[in-house]
């Protein structure tokens, strides 16, 4: 697979080891030392992943995260030195996919970046002769591409935890799962004991959905048990 990824790091050292490592891998790697010169980046160059520090001078990395998801789905890769759990779940708020403390073990990095790379190559390929779509209320959701779709086909692209959590509500409808039974089916990340991710993608989707978080009807907080997915999801061609 032909990757591009954009390296986001003002440390030179970390930069030009990182770079190294992708190229040996056969990325092709660019590189940008602040936010700004990572916009005029990938305003130049088609990237498919962002590998991008939370520290930078001058604008941080979660308001280049938030502006990135605002536009594309190009897989973001959010790195820090600060074992930080508020940090992380601020981060995946912005949009972020994937999250990763310094130091690092280089082939888990790897493994990471190979995993969203095929998510988004997959979700920009176009649709599939005959795809696969499940439809609840007024949305149908595209399985190959992991697109929701509206009324009037317009596409709204989930990140990688957005989509595996919808499709675990999508297969227990009426049932309530407890935030561990949701984070287990969750799969390529490593959770704290005292993870608030669940309830960060939750509020995701129902922003998507446009499913009120003072007054839901789609996903039904069960105070002290979990979350409840109403609608039954059907196929439809």
Same mark, same amino acid.
């Given at each position: 697979m032909d990757i591009s990824i954009l390296i986001v790091e003002d440390d030179d050292i970390t930069r030009d080891c990182l770079a190294d490592y992708f190229r040996q891998e056969q990325y092709r790697v660019h590189c940008a030392a602040s936010a700004e010169e990572a916009e005029q980046r990938l305003a130049q160059e088609s990237i498919d992943l962002v590998l991008l520090d939370i520290r930078l001078p001058g604008k941080d990395g979660l308001t280049l995260t938030r502006e990135i998801r605002a536009t594309s789905d190009t897989g973001i890769i959010l790195v820090t030195s600060r074992q930080d759990e508020i940090e992380r779940i601020i981060g995946l708020e912005c949009g972020a996919d994937e999250y990763v403390s310094k130091p690092f073990n280089p082939r888990e990095l790897l493994a990471r970046a190979k995993n969203l790379a095929r998510r988004v190559r997959t979700a920009g390929t176009g649709a599939r002769a005959v795809p696969s779509l499940r439809r609840f209320d007024d949305w149908r959701i595209d399985l190959d591409r992991r697109l929701l779709l509206d009324l009037n086909d317009?596409?709204? =692209?989930?990140?990688?935890?957005?989509?595996? +959590? +919808?499709?675990?509500?999508?297969?227990?409808?009426?049932?309530?799962?407890?935030? *561990?039974? +949701?984070? *287990?089916? @969750?799969?390529?990340?490593?959770?704290? =004991?005292? *993870?608030?991710?669940? /309830?960060?993608?939750?509020?995701?989707?129902?922003?998507?959905?446009? /499913? /009120?978080?003072?007054?839901?009807? @789609? @996903? +039904?907080?069960?105070?002290?048990?979990?979350?409840?997915?109403? =609608?039954?999801?059907?196929?439809c061609c």
């Open positions: 317009e596409a709204t =692209p989930f990140t990688q935890g957005e989509y595996q +959590l +919808l499709c675990a509500f999508m297969n227990h409808s009426g049932q309530t799962l407890s935030r *561990d039974q +949701l984070l *287990d089916r @969750i799969k390529n990340r490593e959770w704290a =004991p005292n *993870d608030r991710t669940v /309830d960060v993608l939750v509020g995701r989707l129902r922003r998507k959905l446009g /499913d /009120d978080p003072a007054s839901p009807r @789609i @996903i +039904l907080t069960v105070h002290g048990a979990g979350y409840v997915f109403t =609608p039954r999801a059907v196929p």
